[in-house]
């Protein structure tokens, strides 16, 4: 064998191993790739059934409410009918409930002039993978159940805190149930199976057709009140008395 044939022998060899490197190098690196990507997969699964910190519960002074039937209270003969599209996640329902809805429970619902019924409207959390909108109202029927759903609704608003930021998460939403005594057997089954969202969705398209396209939306009588506002209490007062028979 020639010196030069000997340079040549040395070259290819030489390259062979610098090609099975590179080759060993790139299957190492897409190994690492599946494997990052397998483990980014299973926290992205894993992380939404961790359980998330409860923190701190607000106990509202929970008002008096007659003949209440789950999401309704009142006469259900009464002469007026109130319907009311909520999302537990808007602040503007936050402040109609708080502000207005116990004014036109004292002045009509307690004296049988009104049948008032709650009805979801859970859009909030449309883009979210969170659905707090849509997990609170499905723990609030729950709560029904056991004829708390008045005060569950008090409950949601009086712990709101910003739109699907974890104030609704189901570990809060089961320390609610927990606060208000529930049996609480009874309330995890009926939440873990998510019992009540076919009533949920379709009151939402009961709404739209009604005409519904944000919250809080108040009808007397099947006539929407001040839409694109907070009804006030004189503007429904004064549609109530005109729906009343003379």
Known sequence: MTKETSKQLSKRQELREKRRKQEQGQRIMMI??????????????IYPNLPKPVGEITTPTFSERPLVNKNSMGDPNAPVKIDV???FQCPACA?????VETQVTEAYVKTGKVLY??????FLDDNSVAKESDQSASASMCAADQGKFWE????LFANWNGENEGAFNDTRLVAFAETLSLN?????ACFKEARYMDIIQQDQLDGQKAGVTGTPSVFVNGQQIM???IPSFEAIAEAVEAALPK
């Open 227 to 229: 839409p694109g506002y």
């Open 117 to 122: 019924t709650f009805h979801f409207f859970p």
């Open 152 to 155: 569950y609704h008090d409950m």
């Open 184 to 188: 609480m057997d009874e309330f995890n």
């Open 85 to 87: 599209w909520e999302d």
């Open 95 to 99: 402040q109609y409930s708080q502000e």
């Open 32 to 45: 690492s790739m599946i494997v990052v990507g397998a483990l980014l997969v299973a926290a992205m699964l």
